[in-house]
């Protein structure tokens, strides 16, 4: 279901910024970022299993991916 959400965003960011268009994307974010907190919520629930520090070191290689797709957006 994100995956649609990012497709769908994208698509509209190709369309005439409407009023309409404009409000759906902002709708899209917000459900997005409610869904990103869950997440975070989910992975302290699994470092409490897991040990934080291995959760902590699988964090380091997350952000390490997210600069790297950052620096392809460039």
């Not at 040990?51 to 600069?67: M, P, S, V």
Request: net charge negative; aromatic share 6%.
């Amino acid at each position: 279901m994100n995956t649609d959400l990012i497709v769908l965003y994208k698509q509209l960011d190709d369309m005439k910024q409407t009023e309409e268009v404009l409000q759906i994307k902002n709708q899209i974010k917000e459900v997005l970022y409610q869904k990103l907190k869950v997440h975070f919520l989910e992975l302290t629930g699994i470092g409490r299993v897991i040990g934080y520090e291995e959760l902590q070191t699988e964090l380091a290689k997350a952000i390490e991916l997210i600069e790297v797709e950052k620096e392809m957006m460039r």
